[in-house]
């Protein structure tokens, strides 16, 4: 019972009481209240019926330094936009747009309107895009874990692994094959339809040496797990014909690739999730684009607020490196 309804309920009682014992003053004695007080109920709720008798909700007061509900309208729009993100980054998004919001204000405003857990964020989207488009479902993969390499320059040390996204209708299983350079946390994604191989594995070392190079630098070593495409022979010799050491994660232990695991946690948050809300994906072609699209932001616009990144983006950590 709300302390509305408690007030609501005594003055109920104390309008009875009079009723019954036909004694005002007795029933105001018992009730602990005023006949003046008695007397203001009883002309309202003569007036205006019993349900007056309910106190009015009061308006919440404009602070001086309260955020702007401009600044807070914002941020609600962004929050459902991109359910997945963290305060900080919302934050970041916010200064974007130069509008200078701490985190801590982000929570708080959050928290204001039932969206400061990224549950309740992912559930409002999926109820505006059930509204919209009907979608219910989405993919589902399993959470990394952390542990992490250093590499001196970029290509020094790129770390691959392949991502599971889901069972597509139309499409069949999907699947992500990511590249991370160490140095500089640059990504890139190739989506895939059936799981990978060897020659699949070959092909995307071709572009991940063709990317590298695109940014002026030279892929030396390459991290995997001992998953079958990365050990077969066809991913093997292509690293020796292009003269690239190949460095390996003990087995079980997917932490020892930490720099990728990490990625596709914040890909699966941040571009999956919501993408899947948003809509039906019905080709490679489109899951391509939506990575791609995607990765522009990660890469050039996404700050990172890791201990090794101190809030850059890897595009800032790659200009600081000569080509």
Same mark, same amino acid.
């Given at each position: 019972m709300t302390p509305d309804q408690i007030i609501y309920q005594r003055r109920m009682r104390t309008l009875a009481a009079a009723e019954e014992l036909? =004694?005002?003053?007795?029933?105001?004695?018992? =009730?602990?209240?005023?006949? *003046?007080?008695?007397?203001?109920?009883?002309?309202?709720?003569?007036?205006?019926?019993?349900?007056?008798?309910?106190?009015? /909700?009061?308006?919440? !007061?404009?602070?001086? =330094?309260? *955020?702007?509900?401009?600044?807070?309208?914002?941020?609600?729009?962004?929050?459902?936009?991109? !359910?997945?993100?963290?305060?900080?980054?919302?934050?970041?998004?916010?200064?974007?747009?130069?509008?200078?919001?701490?985190?801590?204000?982000?929570?708080?405003?959050?928290?204001?309107?039932?969206?400061?857990?990224?549950?309740?964020?992912?559930?409002?989207?999926?109820?505006?895009?059930?509204?919209?488009?009907?979608?219910?479902?989405? #993919?589902? /993969?399993?959470?990394?874990?952390?542990?992490?390499?250093?590499?001196?320059? #970029?290509?020094?040390?790129? /770390?691959?692994? $392949?991502?599971?996204?889901?069972?597509?209708?139309?499409?069949?299983?999907?699947?992500?094959?990511?590249?991370?350079?160490?140095?500089?946390?640059?990504?890139?994604v190739w989506i895939i339809a059936g799981a990978p191989n060897s020659a699949l594995a070959a092909k995307f070392l071709g572009k991940v040496v063709?990317?590298?190079?695109?940014?002026?630098?030279?892929?030396?070593?390459?991290?995997?797990?001992? $998953?079958?495409?990365?050990?077969?022979?066809?991913?093997?010799?292509?690293?020796?014909?292009?003269?690239?050491?190949?460095?390996?994660?003990? !087995?079980?232990?997917?932490?020892? =690739?930490?720099?990728?695991?990490?990625?596709?946690? *914040?890909?699966?948050?941040?571009?999956?999730? #919501?993408?899947?809300?948003?809509?039906?994906?019905? *080709?490679?072609?489109?899951?391509?684009?939506e990575a791609d699209t995607w990765l522009i932001g990660y890469n050039h616009r996404r700050r990172n607020h890791s201990a090794y990144m101190r809030?850059?983006? !890897?595009?800032?950590?790659?200009?600081?490196?000569?080509?």
């Amino acid at each position: 019972m709300t302390p509305d309804q408690i007030i609501y309920q005594r003055r109920m009682r104390t309008l009875a009481a009079a009723e019954e014992l036909s =004694n005002v003053s007795e029933a105001c004695r018992r =009730n602990g209240v005023s006949r *003046t007080t008695f007397y203001k109920w009883a002309a309202v709720a003569a007036a205006h019926g019993l349900e007056a008798l309910m106190p009015k /909700a009061r308006r919440r !007061p404009q602070l001086p =330094n309260a *955020t702007p509900t401009h600044v807070a309208a914002e941020l609600l729009t962004l929050a459902v936009l991109e !359910p997945t993100l963290g305060c900080r980054q919302l934050a970041d998004r916010l200064g974007e747009r130069g509008l200078a919001v701490s985190k801590t204000t982000v929570h708080k405003l959050l928290a204001d309107h039932g969206l400061s857990r990224r549950s309740q964020r992912v559930a409002k989207a999926a109820e505006i895009a059930a509204a919209t488009t009907g979608l219910l479902d989405e #993919p589902r /993969a399993a959470s990394p874990m952390g542990f992490c390499h250093w590499a001196a320059r #970029p290509g020094d040390l790129v /770390a691959v692994d $392949g991502f599971y996204i889901g069972n597509l209708k139309g499409i069949g299983p999907v699947w992500q094959l990511t590249a991370v350079d160490t140095a500089t946390r640059l990504a890139m994604v190739w989506i895939i339809a059936g799981a990978p191989n060897s020659a699949l594995a070959a092909k995307f070392l071709g572009k991940v040496v063709a990317w590298m190079r695109r940014y002026g630098h030279q892929v030396r070593a390459v991290l995997s797990d001992n $998953g079958a495409e990365w050990t077969a022979a066809g991913f093997t010799a292509a690293l020796a014909a292009r003269e690239i050491r190949h460095v390996r994660t003990p !087995p079980r232990s997917p932490n020892h =690739n930490a720099v990728c695991e990490r990625f596709h946690g *914040t890909i699966l948050q941040e571009c999956w999730r #919501p993408a899947f809300h948003r809509r039906a994906f019905t *080709t490679i072609g489109q899951l391509r684009a939506e990575a791609d699209t995607w990765l522009i932001g990660y890469n050039h616009r996404r700050r990172n607020h890791s201990a090794y990144m101190r809030g850059r983006t !890897p595009a800032e950590v790659l200009a600081t490196y000569p080509r």
